[in-house]
């Protein structure tokens, strides 16, 4: 990983976003021994998908990061994510809310993807209640629209999620990855997700 090209990118993506907009460096790609190099670049939140590789690179390199969790949370490894993160972005169910003791966003399944987890919108007020009912501390919303070959077709989908957030009084909007993050941006995102466009160039 050459630090000095990536240290470019990334500091001409957090001045394209601005400061309004928290880069979180999705790493579900990056092995653990380049993980020093990302510390090297400036990099200062990353977000794992994965409990498992969350554990093994925060062993390593948990002091040189801000972590998120932005993977499929699984309610027997809330607690062990937990313990490691400072905000999940895909809470979904409440057998993991009643586990989490860190602040969430939940996701929600807007599209109505069988293959993505996710709170169908109809559902969500039940299940923001029953979460801080749980004692979940609920601060936003997040959702993955369809993968589409135009990044305005996910605009859709980012208005109804900010819409969403709106009714319900929750300021955090977690949506847009490397394929559209800047129309998420122009529609209200408070954290975008960036992968590719930050290793690939």
């Known amino acids: 990983?050459?630090?000095?090209?990536?240290?470019?990118?990334?500091?001409?993506?957090?001045?394209?976003?601005?400061?309004?907009?928290?880069?979180?460096?999705?790493?579900?790609?990056?092995d653990a021994d380049e993980f020093g190099a990302l510390a090297a670049a400036g990099v200062s939140i990353v977000g794992e998908n994965r409990e498992q590789d969350l554990v093994h690179k925060h062993e390593r390199y948990g002091s040189l990061f801000r972590w998120h969790f932005i993977g499929r949370l699984q309610s027997r490894k809330a607690p062990s994510v937990s313990d490691r993160v400072e905000l999940v972005h895909s809470l979904?169910?409440?057998?993991?809310?009643?586990?989490?003791?860190?602040?969430?966003?939940?996701?929600?399944?807007?599209?109505?993807?069988?293959?993505?987890?996710?709170?169908?919108?109809?559902?969500?007020?039940?299940?923001?209640?029953?979460?801080?009912?749980?004692?979940?501390?609920?601060?936003g919303l997040s959702t993955m629209p369809p993968l589409a070959a135009e990044a305005d077709r996910s605009r859709p989908y980012f208005q109804r999620l900010a819409e969403l957030a709106r009714t319900h009084g929750l300021g955090e909007l977690s949506m847009g990855t490397t394929q559209d993050y800047r129309v998420a941006v122009e529609e209200g995102a408070t954290f975008v997700r960036i992968g590719s466009v930050l290793f690939k160039g």
């Open 1 to 30: 990983m050459n630090v000095e090209a990536l240290a470019e990118r990334y500091s001409n993506l957090l001045e394209e976003v601005g400061d309004r907009v928290t880069v979180v460096v999705a790493t579900k790609y990056v």
């Open 92 to 139: 979904s169910t409440l057998s993991a809310a009643r586990k989490l003791t860190v602040p969430a966003l939940i996701q929600v399944n807007l599209a109505g993807e069988e293959s993505k987890a996710g709170v169908e919108p109809d559902e969500l007020p039940r299940f923001l209640a029953d979460a801080r009912d749980h004692g979940v501390d609920v601060v």
